[in-house]
């Protein structure tokens, strides 16, 4: 499929971008990240906001910031420092991406951002829409950008009932962002296309009699606004049981760092593994888990917690455990690589997944009894 031909009329093209900047002139948001065109802070707010809504992020980017002011404070930080500031937003893997990412500047481009689009798509995590979305807010470059939000727009623009996330659904969107950049002000340009996404061309209901660029939209004019973009498939959830173990010494408890490959790498965690329905309860089962994981012989306690929560397709419950020490002569975890004895306390001062924390809050609130 091609675009269509009023893709290809200059005029129309002129008034898209005319009406979408003098709309997001007068509209847009204040958010922290607009405050400045210094590209360090565009790049942490675009990588915080990879599928992460905008209400969430805005602190996040603040106390990251406040901890990380430039790329070198970056750079210099603890990997442990990075997770615990992330703590919450997900997708972990970002952060540590980043954090490789700004060592990578301060190594090969002396601690400032690069300015060309090939040096920006050779750092880990960058990908091209965030290359182009960092590279035209903060310079001015003319390089396209395709988001969510986006997507929805320039597919509405085009009526494009196709599947928007096909290679031939991309293929198609990326040439309509192109197509419609403007001579100038590019950078503001993509961001009324997201914002106009965001707050105005929604998922479901948009508000077209508020859209500055309603009168140029195709599918507006069909009235298919319901039905374009398509609707994504609903996804098939599949329930799994975990079990976390709060394994006790004294006032101290086991915490493990989760390795490169598993879920939540480089942070901190319970002992935590699946187990079936059927051994879900089982206490024997359970010990085993727990010396496979961690060399240590525990007697199992009482279950003081179910948490339930969704992972991408998963639906997860998490059984929550107490364990103590079966021989406190053999509990040197410190001396073994990726193991740690803390106080509750400390805890606070650790990354841990967000079902940790809330592990660590109940233990806080004394919920659990040693």
Same mark, same amino acid.
Request: proline share 4%.
């Given at each position: 499929?091609?675009?269509?031909?009023?893709?290809?009329?200059?005029?129309?093209?002129?008034?898209?971008?005319?009406?979408?900047?003098?709309?997001?002139?007068?509209?847009?948001?204040?958010?922290?990240?607009?405050?400045?065109?210094?590209?360090?802070?565009?790049?942490?707010?675009?990588?915080?906001?990879?599928?992460?809504?905008?209400?969430?992020?805005?602190?996040?980017?603040?106390?990251?910031?406040?901890?990380?002011?430039?790329?070198?404070?970056?750079?210099?930080?603890?990997?442990?420092?990075?997770?615990?500031?992330?703590?919450?937003?997900?997708?972990?893997?970002?952060?540590?991406?980043?954090?490789?990412?700004?060592?990578?500047?301060?190594?090969?481009?002396?601690?400032?951002?690069?300015?060309?689009?090939?040096?920006?798509? &050779?750092?880990?995590?960058?990908?091209?829409?965030?290359?182009?979305?960092?590279?035209?807010?903060?310079?001015?470059?003319?390089?396209?950008?395709?988001?969510?939000?986006?997507?929805?727009?320039?597919?509405?623009?085009?009526?494009?009932?196709?599947?928007?996330?096909?290679?031939?659904?991309?293929?198609?969107?990326?040439?309509?962002?192109?197509?419609?950049?403007?001579?100038?002000?590019?950078?503001?340009?993509?961001?009324?296309?997201?914002?106009?996404?965001?707050?105005?061309?929604?998922?479901?209901?948009?508000?077209?009699?508020?859209?500055?660029?309603?009168?140029?939209?195709?599918?507006?004019?069909?009235?298919?606004?319901?039905?374009?973009?398509?609707?994504?498939?609903?996804?098939?959830?599949?329930?799994?049981?975990?079990?976390?173990?709060?394994?006790?010494?004294?006032?101290?408890?086991?915490?493990?760092?989760?390795?490169?490959?598993?879920?939540?790498?480089?942070?901190?965690?319970?002992?935590?593994? &699946?187990?079936?329905?059927?051994?879900?309860?089982?206490?024997?089962?359970?010990?085993?888990?727990?010396?496979?994981?961690?060399?240590?012989?525990?007697?199992?306690?009482?279950?003081?917690?179910?948490?339930?929560?969704?992972? &991408?397709?998963?639906?997860?419950?998490?059984?929550?455990?107490?364990?103590?020490?079966?021989?406190?002569?053999?509990?040197?975890?410190?001396?073994?690589?990726?193991?740690?004895?803390? &106080?509750?306390?400390?805890?606070?001062?650790?990354?841990?997944?967000?079902?940790?924390?809330?592990?660590?809050?109940?233990?806080?609130?004394?919920?659990?009894?040693?």
């Amino acid at each position: 499929m091609t675009l269509p031909a009023h893709f290809d009329d200059a005029a129309w093209r002129r008034k898209l971008a005319q009406r979408l900047l003098e709309w997001f002139d007068r509209h847009a948001r204040e958010l922290p990240w607009r405050e400045s065109r210094d590209l360090y802070r565009i790049w942490v707010s675009e990588i915080m906001l990879q599928q992460t809504q905008v209400a969430t992020v805005i602190a996040y980017f603040k106390r990251f910031l406040e901890d990380f002011p430039d790329v070198r404070a970056l750079a210099a930080a603890d990997e442990e420092q990075v997770m615990r500031r992330w703590e919450g937003l997900g997708y972990y893997r970002r952060a540590r991406q980043m954090h490789a990412a700004a060592r990578r500047i301060v190594a090969e481009h002396g601690g400032e951002f690069p300015r060309t689009y090939e040096a920006v798509r &050779t750092l880990p995590g960058i990908g091209r829409y965030t290359a182009g979305a960092i590279l035209s807010i903060g310079l001015d470059a003319r390089l396209p950008i395709l988001e969510a939000n986006s997507i929805r727009v320039l597919a509405r623009l085009a009526a494009y009932r196709g599947d928007v996330m096909s290679t031939a659904g991309q293929k198609l969107l990326w040439q309509a962002a192109e197509s419609v950049l403007p001579a100038k002000r590019c950078g503001a340009f993509n961001q009324a296309l997201m914002e106009l996404g965001s707050e105005i061309c929604t998922p479901r209901s948009p508000k077209c009699e508020q859209c500055p660029v309603a009168r140029l939209c195709a599918t507006r004019e069909l009235g298919l606004q319901e039905a374009i973009p398509a609707p994504k498939k609903r996804p098939v959830f599949e329930e799994v049981t975990y079990v976390a173990v709060v394994v006790r010494r004294g006032e101290e408890v086991l915490v493990r760092r989760c390795q490169p490959g598993e879920r939540w790498a480089g942070l901190w965690d319970f002992v935590r593994f &699946t187990v079936s329905d059927a051994a879900g309860e089982a206490s024997a089962e359970l010990t085993r888990q727990v010396q496979t994981l961690t060399g240590l012989s525990v007697r199992m306690g009482l279950q003081f917690a179910t948490l339930k929560h969704g992972v &991408t397709r998963f639906k997860i419950t998490l059984k929550c455990f107490e364990a103590v020490l079966a021989d406190r002569r053999r509990a040197k975890a410190e001396e073994a690589e990726g193991l740690r004895w803390v &106080t509750v306390d400390q805890l606070s001062e650790l990354p841990l997944s967000t079902t940790g924390r809330k592990i660590a809050r109940l233990l806080a609130d004394e919920v659990v009894t040693g």
